[in-house]
């Protein structure tokens, strides 16, 4: 069996989509999907499945997840071993990412973006905010505060012409740790 993290867009986000961990935990667990875990309210779910296609995978749990919820949640799935590589990569150097209050989040994206989506990000480029696209994911690093920042996770679905999820990449990182197995840490 693989372990899958799956990543659900915008629910619970300013009281909207409401999903409780509970009800998202058992819809998964009715998909027979084992050792079912939910982190954190914004949508992260780590399981097991012995199923070897991410793409059908993501189409079953979205339609579960209309049929229970009644509204469209859209579904990123990573291996584990895929959101290692993901954490691995090294987006920008020490001196663009130093301040205190940088902030790199990941967006996942359902496939790999155009050849020229770096440069569709380049007007959204400033002392705030950077950019890199590896693999199907954009890495954005904030050098302030969000609250600072032009740009948001709406104008990247637009200038991509596809849905993303985004999350911290500290969330990232206690998400790898859940998915080591105990006493190999």
């Known amino acids: 069996m693989a372990k899958y993290i799956a990543f659900l867009r915008a ?35 780590l399981f097991d499945s012995k199923a070897k296609d991410k793409e059908t995978l993501e189409e079953k749990i979205e339609k579960a997840l209309f049929n229970t919820f009644g509204f469209e949640i859209k579904t990123f799935i990573r291996t584990a071993d895929e959101l290692s590589d993901i954490a ?70 637009k200038v991509f012409g596809m849905q993303a999820t985004f999350r911290n990449s500290s969330t990232i990182l206690k998400l790898i740790q859940k998915t080591v197995p105990p006493g190999s840490r």
Not at 113 to 136: A, H
């Open 11 to 45: 629910i619970n986000v300013g009281g909207h989509n409401k999903v409780k961990m509970d009800d998202l935990r058992n819809l998964f667990e009715s998909l027979q999907l084992s050792n079912v875990e939910t982190f954190i309210n914004s949508g992260n779910v």
């Open 88 to 157: 691995g990569y090294v987006p920008f150097n020490y001196n663009e990412a130093d301040t205190e209050s940088a902030h790199l989040v990941i967006g996942f994206l359902s496939e790999v973006p155009p050849p020229d989506s770096e440069n569709k990000l380049q007007p959204f480029r400033t002392e705030t905010d950077d950019f890199r696209v590896y693999g199907k994911e954009v890495y954005w690093l904030c050098r302030t505060g969000f609250s600072d920042s032009k740009f948001s996770a709406a104008k990247l679905e």
